[in-house]
């Protein structure tokens, strides 16, 4: 079982950054893969960015690409977000989720574990 607290969301202008945090619990944290969803109200479930267990490997949306960097401290069983540039587009509740197998995918549905959510407001 893994259980996820998501933190750092807020409103923020058009341009700035944010860095949204994910703690974990769990031993055994280092074995899954990690990312980050995002969804507005009355859309699906959207694909942000995914890291591998080892935190070698990262993915993320052509929409992100180039502004947001995923990162991963097994150590401290926490995952990152960094959101720079950010673009009134970009507002949605963020989630952290887990997956046990390190396979990397994008469906939402191929994860396990899910966070609350945190909000993220972009004005422009």
């Known amino acids: 079982q893994v259980q996820l607290v998501e933190s750092g969301g807020g409103l923020v202008q058009a341009g700035g950054s944010l860095r949204l945090s994910c703690a974990a619990s769990?031993?055994?944290?280092?074995?899954?893969?990690m990312a980050w969803f995002r969804q507005v109200p009355g859309k699906e479930r959207d694909f942000v960015a995914s890291?591998?267990?080892?935190?070698?490997?990262?993915r993320y949306d052509d929409s992100v690409q180039g502004r947001f960097t995923i990162s991963r401290v097994n150590a401290k069983s926490m995952v990152y977000l960094q959101m720079n540039s950010l673009k009134p587009e970009d507002t949605a509740v963020y989630y952290c989720?887990?997956?046990?197998?390190?396979?990397?995918?994008?469906?939402?549905?191929?994860?396990?574990?899910w966070g609350q959510g945190t909000q993220v407001t972009v004005s422009s």
């Open positions: 989720a887990a997956r046990s197998s390190n396979y990397d995918t994008q469906r939402p549905s191929n994860y396990e574990y």
């Open positions: 890291i591998s267990s080892s935190g070698a490997m990262a």
């Open positions: 769990g031993r055994t944290f280092s074995s899954y893969r």
